[in-house]
């Protein structure tokens, strides 16, 4: 699975060690959209990133080395994640905590799975991922069709009441799947879909796509994609005198969509994880976080703890040998600000599965 010339690499740098010289840093790296329109999500994963590494650093490093991180901007565009995955390769990266974007994470885990590097992302949650991908790809997110069958079983109560549901998506890996599985589990719990289309991301006027939904009656509209885009439609259904409710998923869950939206996002459901800011073990990193003016939101404390993981793993299997290292991630249990999770066979996480958020008055909490 390793490329010997990266073997022969990390051993000529373990043999440029003078008396009294350190060992090389252990490079890690943590990758997902820097810039761009989701660039918000970027700036979560980057800061959990840093905080992880500072914390692990100052408690005395991974079997007595000091990682040092790497940041990749992919912007959540396939071709350019592969890029990020070479480039991150090339300066002899041992560990990426990452993609953000299902989109990303999937072609580039092929680039890191040639390279021999480990790849936990905080935030991809397309089951292709853990399913097709290789034995050194794990996530400690949930996966869309664990909260496609929450919003799904919603979905058909509602439907059976006799509301007109409509599903939206924006042809993402991720958008189209989670639309896709809410819809299967809909459809399988007895509701039907009024309406199913796709949208461009990017775009800054859906009026067309609104006025069709509001022709159609539209009482539920389902969003599988990506805050900017949801928090303009609603607006928009709004300009357009719609009540329709919107729900969505875990990408609605930072305070950009709020800024978006304003008052028209207010009653907007998602699933989501269990906040983990609410964890007691992560109390102490939570207001270090606010200590320096940064609300762990979405996937600070996510990227925080896939980097938690793979040093416990690291410090288990006394190397950052990746086999050895996906040997002690499957094998172990570890502590981390998500709380104490586990990886199953696929490297899907064992952390508790989805519940629903509201947004009300600029905020989001469990419903």
Same mark, same amino acid.
């Given at each position: 699975?390793?490329?010997?010339?990266?073997?022969?690499?990390?051993?000529?740098?373990?043999?440029?060690?003078?008396?009294?010289?350190?060992?090389?840093? %252990?490079?890690?790296?943590?990758?997902?959209?820097?810039?761009?329109?989701?660039?918000?999500?970027?700036?979560?994963?980057?800061?959990?990133?840093?905080?992880?590494?500072?914390?692990?650093?100052?408690?005395?490093?991974?079997?007595?080395?000091?990682?040092?991180?790497?940041?990749?901007?992919?912007? !959540?565009?396939?071709?350019?994640?592969?890029?990020?995955?070479?480039?991150?390769?090339?300066?002899?990266?041992?560990?990426?905590?990452?993609?953000? !974007?299902?989109?990303?994470?999937?072609?580039?885990?092929?680039?890191?799975?040639?390279?021999?590097?480990?790849?936990?992302?905080?935030?991809?949650?397309?089951?292709?991922?853990?399913?097709?991908?290789?034995?050194?790809?794990? $996530?400690? !997110?949930? $996966?869309?069709?664990?909260?496609?069958?929450?919003?799904?079983?919603?979905?058909?109560?509602?439907?059976?009441?006799?509301?007109?549901?409509?599903?939206?998506?924006?042809?993402?890996?991720?958008?189209?799947?989670?639309?896709?599985?809410?819809?299967?589990?809909?459809?399988?719990?007895?509701?039907?879909?009024?309406?199913?289309?796709?949208?461009?991301?990017?775009?800054?006027?859906?009026?067309?796509?609104?006025?069709?939904?509001?022709?159609?009656? %539209?009482? %539920?509209?389902? %969003?599988?994609?990506?805050?900017?885009?949801?928090?303009?439609?609603? $607006?928009?259904?709004?300009?357009?005198?719609?009540?329709?409710?919107?729900?969505?998923?875990?990408?609605?869950?930072?305070?950009?969509?709020?800024?978006?939206?304003?008052?028209?996002?207010?009653?907007?459901?998602?699933?989501?994880?269990?906040?983990? $800011?609410?964890?007691?073990?992560?109390?102490?990193?939570?207001?270090?976080?606010?200590?320096?003016?940064?609300?762990?939101?979405?996937?600070?404390?996510?990227?925080?703890?896939?980097?938690?993981?793979?040093?416990?793993?690291?410090?288990?299997?006394?190397?950052?040998?990746?086999?050895?290292?996906?040997?002690?991630?499957?094998?172990?249990?570890?502590?981390?600000?998500?709380?104490?999770?586990?990886?199953?066979?696929?490297?899907?996480?064992?952390?508790?599965?989805?519940?629903?958020?509201?947004?009300?008055?600029?905020?989001?909490?469990?419903?």
């Amino acid at each position: 699975m390793k490329k010997i010339l990266l073997a022969v690499s990390a051993l000529s740098m373990g043999m440029m060690v003078s008396a009294g010289t350190a060992l090389a840093d %252990i490079e890690i790296a943590t990758a997902g959209p820097m810039t761009g329109q989701y660039a918000s999500f970027g700036q979560q994963m980057k800061a959990g990133a840093e905080q992880a590494v500072a914390d692990i650093n100052a408690a005395g490093g991974v079997n007595g080395e000091m990682l040092k991180l790497e940041v990749g901007d992919d912007a !959540c565009d396939p071709k350019q994640a592969v890029a990020v995955a070479n480039q991150m390769a090339s300066k002899g990266v041992v560990f990426m905590a990452g993609h953000f !974007c299902s989109g990303s994470s999937i072609p580039a885990s092929a680039v890191y799975e040639e390279e021999g590097i480990v790849q936990i992302s905080p935030a991809s949650t397309n089951p292709k991922l853990t399913d097709e991908g290789g034995e050194n790809v794990f $996530r400690v !997110c949930g $996966r869309d069709d664990q909260q496609g069958k929450v919003a799904g079983a919603y979905l058909a109560e509602e439907s059976k009441k006799g509301k007109k549901i409509a599903i939206l998506h924006d042809k993402t890996a991720y958008g189209k799947g989670l639309a896709d599985a809410s819809k299967e589990n809909m459809e399988a719990d007895g509701g039907k879909a009024a309406m199913y289309e796709a949208y461009t991301a990017g775009e800054k006027d859906y009026t067309a796509l609104v006025s069709k939904m509001k022709q159609a009656g %539209i009482d %539920i509209v389902y %969003i599988g994609g990506y805050h900017t885009e949801a928090g303009l439609i609603v $607006r928009q259904m709004r300009d357009q005198g719609m009540k329709t409710q919107l729900v969505s998923g875990d990408a609605l869950v930072t305070d950009e969509f709020w800024s978006i939206t304003g008052d028209a996002g207010e009653g907007t459901l998602m699933t989501f994880s269990p906040d983990p $800011r609410k964890n007691p073990d992560a109390a102490g990193v939570v207001a270090e976080f606010r200590k320096k003016g940064i609300e762990p939101e979405g996937y600070v404390l996510y990227t925080y703890a896939a980097i938690q993981a793979w040093a416990d793993a690291v410090k288990a299997a006394g190397s950052t040998d990746e086999d050895k290292v996906i040997a002690a991630l499957h094998k172990g249990k570890f502590k981390t600000v998500l709380g104490d999770l586990s990886f199953d066979k696929k490297g899907d996480v064992s952390l508790p599965g989805y519940v629903w958020y509201e947004w009300k008055d600029g905020k989001y909490d469990y419903k």
